[in-house]
């Protein structure tokens, strides 16, 4: 089985100002991580995947995430966020073969404040 | 292209009442999953149709129930309603093995 580990469940944040939201997964075989974005009474959006070969994944919005195989990691960055980056953010793996359901973290949800 | 359909997008029940909720996938995309997302427990796999199968199956009990149509829409079904399942059902659309395409939500109320 999989499971992901959001480090931070809130992450206040002025505007310009970078963010950093943490993700770590647990799994015995290889995995698709993906990262995504809810606003308020909606539902999930797609904010960037890793499938497999650059382990640094660019993303909608600005955002990009970095993913380390050592670390069992996948952590998102912005360098520069926006009022309108407010929202929750989950990050979620799935199996690479067979199984295509997405093991989702707790999520995080990010202020950003003027 | 249409995104993902859900319908109702927010209803009230009682206990012991069923509900069905439905969801329309983005055209051309034959697999359908369902997600339950509460404060509690965050977001819950529930079941994964594909072509009118049942490929996976979460851990939620024999009330919570699905089915898939020959035009990839797919309907679910929670029977004998409990206030714990007051949630927002979330449907998502893929290709084959591809990304998931989230609808905006049934949010369910039970009181």
């Known amino acids: 089985a999989q499971s992901v580990t959001q480090l931070d469940s809130q992450v206040p944040v002025f505007e310009e100002a970078p963010v950093e939201l943490r993700c770590n997964y647990s799994?015995?075989?290889?995995?698709?991580l993906f990262w995504y974005v809810q606003y308020p009474n909606q539902g999930l959006q797609l904010l960037l995947k890793?499938?497999?070969?650059?382990?640094l994944v660019k993303g909608i919005n600005g955002f990009e995430a970095e993913f380390n195989k050592s670390q069992t990691s996948f952590h998102l960055r912005k360098p520069s966020v926006h009022i309108s980056d407010t929202a929750e953010y989950f990050c979620?793996?799935?199996?690479?073969?067979?199984?295509?359901?997405?093991?989702f973290g707790a999520g995080t949800t990010v202020t950003v404040r003027a | 292209k249409a995104g993902v359909t859900q319908t109702p997008r927010y209803l009230i029940k009682t206990r012991g009442q069923q509900v069905t909720l439905s969801c329309s996938p983005i055209?051309?995309?034959?697999?359908v999953s369902w997600y339950q997302q509460t404060p509690g427990q965050g977001l819950q796999f529930l079941f994964e149709y594909f072509s009118e199968t049942q490929r996976n199956k979460g851990n939620f009990p024999g009330r919570f129930s699905g089915r898939q149509f020959s035009n990839s829409r797919s309907e679910m079904n929670v029977s004998t309603l409990e206030l714990g399942d007051s949630a927002l059902y979330l449907c998502?659309?893929?290709?084959?093995?591809?990304?998931?395409?989230f609808g905006e939500g049934s949010r369910l109320t039970v009181l």
């Open positions: 979620a793996v799935r199996r690479r073969y067979g199984d295509y359901k997405l093991s």
């Open positions: 799994s015995s075989v290889s995995v698709y």
């Open positions: 890793y499938l497999s070969g650059s382990t």
């Open positions: 055209s051309g995309h034959r697999s």
């Open positions: 998502a659309s893929s290709v084959e093995a591809g990304e998931l395409f």
